[in-house]
T-cell receptor, first 115, second 114 residues
Framework: GAGVSQSPRYKVAKRGQDVALRCDPI?????LFWYQQALGQGPEFLTY????????KSGLPSDRFFAERPEGSVSTLKIQRTQQEDSAVYLC?????????????FGPGTRLLVL | GENVEQHPSTLSVQEGDSAVIKCTYS??????FPWYKQELGKGPQLIID?????GEKKDQRIAVTLNKTAKHFSLHITETQPEDSAVYFC?????????????FGTGTQLKVEL
């Protein structure tokens, strides 16, 4: 079946612009995660949704980062007033249930470059 | 805080040899330890995982071992092939912080040479 999809795959933004990154999780998956991956590093947790509820946003680096999942399926990560340090790959993952010890399936990521 | 150390950062082996990657974690309450493979331009893909109620798990050429007392877990790839070349990440889900987020290692760039 279809995996996690993300769009756009690549995004170039000028410093100060707002961007919106979209994630389509695997159909029926309850849990959705956003991670940020800097070049040459492992992914780092940003935020977690269980259905439409954002249960953990402890990894969001600043109040310029905002995520939503209004209907419990598609999610959008928004970054306002982008800065050069925001340049990274943004990964979305989903898992079937709400327990912690289960597989998270990752999408291909959105590569964001802020000039 | 939550932390996982991964070694080595790069690993070069000859085709057919074995490769071993090791990780050490800090959260003693962790119960779930997945390994991901990431190819260039793609998202991480789960290759094997282990839960704390077992010490070893094997799937064809891939095996993972877990030592909860020492807080170590390792990935073993036997009979390596060129298509095994990629970056490998260990990870765990800590009980702290809600018990859902993955904490990743820094990655190992594996190169399998012909």
């Amino acid at each position: 079946g279809a995996g996690v999809s993300q769009s756009p795959r690549y995004k170039v933004a000028k410093r100060g612009q707002d961007v919106a990154l979209r994630c389509d999780p695997i159909s029926g998956h309850v849990s959705l995660f956003w991670y940020q991956q800097a070049l040459g590093q492992g992914p780092e947790f940003l935020t977690y949704f269980q259905n439409e509820a954002q249960l953990d946003k402890s990894g969001l680096p600043s109040d310029r980062f905002f995520a939503e999942r209004p209907e419990g399926s598609v999610s959008t990560l928004k970054i306002q007033r982008t800065q050069q340090e925001d340049s990274a790959v943004y990964l979305c993952a989903s898992s079937q249930y709400r327990t912690g010890e289960e597989t998270q399936y990752f999408g291909p990521g959105t590569r964001l470059l802020v000039l | 805080g939550e932390n996982v150390e991964q070694h080595p950062s790069t690993l070069s082996v000859q085709e057919g040899d074995s490769a071993v990657i090791k990780c050490t974690y800090s959260d003693s309450a962790s119960n779930y330890f997945p390994w991901y493979k990431q190819e260039l331009g793609k998202g991480p893909q789960l290759i094997i995982d282990i839960r704390s109620n077992v010490g070893e798990k094997k799937d064809q050429r891939i095996a993972v071992t877990l030592n909860k007392t020492a807080k170590h877990f390792s990935l073993h790839i036997t009979e390596t092939q060129p298509e095994d070349s990629a970056v490998y990440f260990c990870a765990y889900i800590g009980v702290t912080g809600g018990g859902n987020k993955l904490t990743f290692g820094t990655g190992t760039q594996l190169k399998v040479e012909l």
